[in-house]
């Protein structure tokens, strides 16, 4: 697998080819513009030119993947909230398209004073769209939708929530999976010993089909298997435990697939030293590998 992290984009987003050398990477992900902001800096060609530099340089880095802005809800029943999601949605794909990036993932949405039927709907209404309108505008960027823990009305816990998606959007080839390791164990799918791991796979794939997963978020989880909380821990450090990500990057069908952290950047040792976590979390990852 390649194995990398969030890298911040501050100072631009070619910065965050630096910053995943310095971790060790081998893959990163990067927002692209604020994550808690509507409102988007236009993207100028200096910016891409400053960015192809830079993946030039450290071309070991590979892919890239965008995660869109925790603000989008396409399920929503809203129809204001709804369109202005979308906007923003289609933004974020064209973009990742700006910069060549080929992966693109988001959260669902939740369907709020709705119901999963109708919030499913106005995601596959909006997907439907985002497809035709960005057929020219980002051919080469696939959409992810990513697994999600099912805090609230979220809409992504459960694989059949996702199969609807993909099946109301005709299965197109631009549409994919992030699979988040803490978002499943957290929604009910155990993934700890080489057992439980492999019937999740195997339910997974008689739902969905594997070849949709596109990349992966490898996070541990502070809360229980089925807690449906969204509460991100170092690889280890939680209910997963190492042995769940062991399954995972030993398992060759994942060859080449893309991992990102998006766990906690910085602790403290005993002596009050900051710990970069990206770095540790890397080696723990990579010492789970089996030759």
Known sequence: MRLGAHMSAAGGLHEAFKRGHVAGCESMLVFTKSNRQWA????????VEKYRQAQSKYSHIFPVAVHASYLINIASPDEALW???????RDEVERAAAFSIPLLTFHPGSYMDGDEGSGIKQIVRALQRLLAETAVTAPHVTICLETMAGQGTNLGRAFDHLAAMLD????????GVCFDTCH????????????????????FDRVIGLDWIKCFHFNDSQHECGSRKDRHEHIGDGHIGREGFANFV???????????????????????NEIDMDVENLRRLRELIRS
Do not use: C
């Not at 988007?40 to 910016?47: V, W, Y």
């Not at 369109?83 to 949605?89: D, F, I, T, V």
């Not at 109301?168 to 549409?175: D, F, I, P, S, T």
């Open 40 to 47: 988007a800096k236009p993207i100028m060609p200096d910016d």
């Open 250 to 272: 030993n398992d060759s069908r994942w060859q080449d697939h893309a991992a990102h952290l998006e766990t906690p950047k910085t602790e403290k040792d005993a002596d009050g």
């Open 168 to 175: 109301g959007a005709e299965r197109h080839e631009r549409l």
């Open 83 to 89: 369109e202005k999601s979308y906007q923003a949605l």
């Open 184 to 203: 499943v164990f957290a929604a009910g799918y155990d993934i700890r010993t080489p057992t439980a791991y492999a019937q999740t796979m195997a339910e």
